[in-house]
């Protein structure tokens, strides 16, 4: 059996930062207490809404079963998302895909 993949958007400046740091720590954790992922089938409409203007993004693919700091399933917005309580272990990321927006300037996922 694979391991359960979570998603997570970031800018590549992000990423470049954790990767300097040792760990994956974006302010979410400090204002929230948590970084926000997603399961495959939501991250369209987490890009569209959260990131779309922003550039240089990349979709951390994570295994759920690396990821050290507490993992938990909580409701928002009428779905449930997981959420990482806690700076992310970059050996947890086992793919980096880069996202690039279509003509109409939305992002589309799968690409």
């Known amino acids: 059996m694979r391991p359960e993949k979570i998603y997570h958007v970031c800018q590549i400046e992000d990423w ?3 990767q300097k740091q040792g ?23 987490v890009v ?18 690396k990821i050290i700091p507490e993992l938990k399933w909580e409701e928002s917005d009428g779905d449930i998302f997981p959420h990482v309580y806690g700076p992310l272990n970059l050996d947890a990321v086992v793919h980096i895909e880069v996202l690039l927006p279509g003509t109409s300037g939305l992002y589309s996922y799968p690409q």
């Not at 720590?25 to 495959?40: L, M, N, Q, W």
């Not at 809404?49 to 994570?62: C, E, N, Q």
């Open 23 to 45: 760990d994956y720590s974006p302010p979410s954790v400090e204002t929230e207490g948590f970084i926000h992922f997603s399961r495959a089938e939501q991250v369209e409409k």
């Open 48 to 65: 569209n809404t959260f990131y779309k203007d922003l550039p240089h993004l990349v979709l951390l693919h994570t295994e759920e079963d």
């Open 16 to 18: 470049r930062e954790a």
